[in-house]
């Protein structure tokens, strides 16, 4: 069936170079794309969305690139700080459906 | 602004009882209400959502069921908790896009 899911399970990174988290999506009806930061014990806090009319949507230290071709998502965290460290989550949302989750990536921060 | 707020954050249940738990935003009206369940290491599952007082969609069957007594409260309930029900639940709330989570209730069952 359609998933959406997360290239890996566990990505280490410097503190201060910039991160980068994917996601591979299947369903081409998927016409809106979103990105969660969940820590610990709490729940998952947007962090930044997409809809499928864009390539690039940037926020404040992070930028979405949505690649429809291939359906693939990625966000990428400049400068990494220990703050960052949590699990992200990507979604997509095709019409009036309702999201759908990946199993979550985490961002583990090296000093 | 708009905040929701869950609880309790965490319970621990015997097998056979029963189950409420609650979820109420603020700051909005005629939100969108969501229950996921979020199992260890795992994405979020939907198991219920809300357009309206009275309106609930199931997702998945279960042992659980939800209510939405008023605009903006959302209720999860089980009349006799199984082992399986276990996890994370989120209530969730939205109009149009995001959702917005709350902080969530860690189920344990005995």
């Known amino acids: 069936g359609e998933s959406v899911g997360l290239h890996l399970p566990t990505l280490s990174v410097q503190e201060g170079d910039n991160s980068i988290i994917n996601c591979a999506y299947s369903?081409?009806?998927?016409?809106?794309f979103i990105w969660y930061k969940q820590e610990s014990g709490k729940g998952p806090q947007f962090i930044i969305d997409?809809?499928?009319?864009?390539d690039k949507r940037q926020g404040q230290r992070v930028t979405v690139l949505l690649n429809k071709t291939v359906k693939h998502l990625s966000l990428q965290i400049a400068a990494t700080q220990p703050g960052d460290s949590a699990v992200y989550f990507c979604?997509?949302?095709?019409?009036?459906?309702?999201?759908?989750f990946g199993k979550g990536t985490h961002l583990i921060i090296q000093p | 602004s708009q905040t929701i707020h869950q609880w309790p954050a965490t319970l621990v249940q015997p097998v056979g009882s029963p189950l409420s738990l609650e979820c109420t935003v603020e700051?909005?009206?005629?939100?969108?209400l969501y229950w996921y369940r979020q199992a260890a290491g795992r994405g979020l599952q939907l198991l219920f959502y809300?357009?309206?007082?009275?309106?609930i969609s199931s997702e998945v069957p279960q042992n659980l069921s939800a209510s939405r007594p008023q605009d903006r409260q959302f209720i999860l309930s089980s009349k006799k908790l199984l082992l399986s029900d276990s996890g994370f639940y989120l209530c969730?709330?939205?109009?149009?896009?995001?959702?917005?989570f709350g902080d969530g209730t860690r189920l344990s069952i005995l």
């Open positions: 969730a709330w939205s109009s149009g896009q995001p959702q917005h």
């Open positions: 369903n081409s009806a998927s016409d809106y």
């Open positions: 997409i809809r499928s009319n864009m």
């Open positions: 979604a997509e949302k095709a019409g009036a459906d309702g999201l759908t």
């Open positions: 700051g909005t009206s005629n939100p969108n």
């Open positions: 809300s357009v309206g007082i009275g309106q």
